[in-house]
């Protein structure tokens, strides 16, 4: 296992900048998967959602958001990350 801090596990095993794919399990509701994009979208200031896919879970329970930004540098994806794991609802966040 790596003791890497998470910036520099990030710049390790990604490039940047480029694509970064997120993916956010929730429960599935109306609004969790348009939060979860919206939020990438206002945390990365950018004028326009990033390409996404909603798959409901076989009892409909849950929902997963799967969306793969442009990014610029590491900080960004820990900012999405800090920017999402606060949403209600959230089970997992990959």
Known sequence: MSHLPPKELLEEMHSFPGKFTFKA???ANDEFAMRVVAIIRVTLGQDFDAP???RET???RHVAVTIEPWVESSQQVIDVFA???NLEGLVMLM
């Open 58 to 60: 076989t009892g409909r």
């Open 83 to 85: 920017a999402i794991r």
């Open 52 to 54: 996404y896919e909603i």
């Open 25 to 27: 399990i929730g429960l």
